[in-house]
């Protein structure tokens, strides 16, 4: 397995999304063609994806960077693991190469969320050293 940043919307990308969004949120639905090749390009945004040895999708993450007047901001957004990959390390590696990226540009810190019931991710995240924020999140629906 590799970890490597989407560059292109091909077709096997929107079919791995496909498959693998639903595994994410049953509330929205698998980016189009048009959705992925506009976040591929955008500079804010860098799509990883897991591939195995035989070029199949194992799973995704975004890492978002933005800069703020306090400085260089990073997320991991959107994690998800084909199910049939579980257990292999695959969401490990995509977090460590996104933290490894997020350091090269310049972010001090990486943010992400996770719902507690992903008992597995949040026990991943703290493995890995995130520490849970005494804050607030708030959403506002538009």
């Known amino acids: 397995m590799k970890i490597v940043e989407a560059t ?6 929107v079919e791995a999304f496909a498959r693998l969004i639903p595994q994410l ?16 390009a955008s500079p804010a945004t860098q799509l990883l994806l897991a591939v195995d040895d035989d070029g199949s999708i194992l799973g995704s993450l975004t890492l ?11 997320w991991i957004e959107d994690v998800v693991v084909d199910g049939e990959a579980r257990g292999r390390g695959v969401g490990e590696e995509l977090n460590r190469d996104a933290l490894r990226r997020a350091r090269e540009l310049g972010a001090t810190t990486v943010d992400l969320t996770s719902r507690p019931s992903r008992e597995a991710a949040n026990r991943l995240y ?12 708030y959403r506002y629906q538009l």
């Open 8 to 13: 292109e919307a091909t077709p096997e990308l």
């Open 25 to 40: 949120s049953s509330s929205n639905p698998p980016p189009t063609q048009a959705e992925l090749a506009d976040l591929i």
């Open 64 to 74: 978002a960077t933005f800069r703020i007047p306090t400085g260089l901001r990073a």
């Open 126 to 137: 703290q493995r890995l050293g995130f520490e849970a924020r005494e804050t607030n999140v």
